[in-house]
């Protein structure tokens, strides 16, 4: 697939999907061996770690193609305009939201688009007050903190849940007027479940012109998420035997198949891998095995899965070795 930016008179960007065969990983345009562009190769590297995310890694790559030819517009005097780059992030809990935005903040940075191209993350909470005056003082002060940097509001859909006494629509036109007062120098980032962010964009009418580009985030495969806990377990200097994988990747196929309302993709493997590894840490002492080769083994009874028909605690753990 191969997606290039159009542009519409209200600035917005459409992403145009042209059908082509060519390699996920290959850029969307030919580099000059000539010319430095470090802040992309730095931004491949980081983006080659992600798992999956293949449309959201083509985009933020022509992200870069638009800010690299907007500077050399204005280098050679050419009409730029005034650009908003505020962005929607959509799609469920733990497919990388956060990770990208903080890729997104250095690349503004090394682009000379923001100052600092600090990522200021908030939610609910940090924007909404108790009392009447509260909220547009705490959302001004926010917005106050993120400028030279990204400001980025997971959850934002829970602004608008409230009803009309609540002060959460205060925040959402603070944060309107704030975009406008401060439109170069802060990037605005909103993120949240798909539908519940298209219904947020309809409570303030100055909402959706102000953010150009979107970005969808699909869940993980059971593939891709049996591939995202083997670098978890690589970073952390452990593996799996043959047995525990499968048992792994079972598992993971199983959880995306049923697809649970609560089930939070990346988060829940980090989740698993963590508790796992505790498992781990408490047969070892059982057994007395201390062994570089133990030390690194994680066997099928470590796996803190939570669909074991009977699970087992930390003194049964011990004994089925």
């Known amino acids: 697939m191969r997606e290039a930016f159009t542009y519409t008179q209200n600035s917005q960007i459409n992403v ?13 345009f030919p580099i000059d061996e000539k010319v430095s562009h470090a802040p992309l190769e730095k931004m491949e590297k980081a983006l080659n770690r992600l798992v999956g995310m293949s449309e959201v890694k083509k985009m933020v790559k022509e992200l870069y193609a638009w800010l690299y030819v907007y500077r050399k517009r204005e280098e050679a005097q050419l009409k730029v305009g005034k ?19 903080r890729l997104l903040s250095d690349l503004f940075r090394e682009m000379e688009i923001l100052p600092k ?3 200021i993350e908030a939610e609910r909470a940090d924007l909404v007050g108790e009392y009447i005056g509260q909220t547009a003082q705490k959302t001004r002060d926010l917005v106050k ?9 997971d959850e934002a859909y829970s602004l608008s849940r409230g009803g ?24 605005l980032v909103l993120a949240g479940y798909s539908d519940e962010m298209d219904d947020f964009l309809q409570m303030n009418p100055g909402l959706p012109s102000r953010f150009p580009m979107i970005f969808s985030f699909p869940d993980f495969s059971g593939d891709e998420l049996l591939q995202i806990s083997g670098q978890m377990m690589e970073e ?14 079972r598992h993971l196929h199983q959880k995306v198949i049923d697809h649970d309302a609560h089930f939070s993709n990346g988060r829940y ?6 508790k796992t590894i505790r498992r781990q840490a408490v047969r070892l002492v059982r057994e007395g095995a201390f062994d570089r080769d133990s030390l690194l083994t994680i066997r099928t009874c470590d796996l803190a899965l939570d669909d074991e028909r009977f699970p087992l605690n930390a003194d049964e753990a011990f004994s089925t070795i």
């Not at 952390?236 to 990747?249: D, G, I, V």
């Open 164 to 187: 009309e006494k609540d002060f959460g629509k205060e925040a959402v036109d603070t944060l309107v007027k704030q975009m406008e007062d401060h439109n170069t120098e802060f990037i």
């Open 269 to 274: 493997v980090r989740n698993l891998i963590e």
């Open 117 to 119: 191209g600090q990522l």
């Open 16 to 28: 145009v999907f042209n059908q082509k065969k060519e390699k996920s990983a290959a850029l969307p």
């Open 236 to 249: 952390r200097e452990y593996r799996m035997t043959t047995e525990a994988r499968k048992r792994l990747s």
């Open 145 to 153: 903190k993120a400028l030279g940097g990204v400001l980025f509001i």
């Open 83 to 101: 650009q908003s780059f505020h962005m929607l992030f959509k799609g469920n809990p733990g497919t990388g939201k956060t990770t990208v935005a």
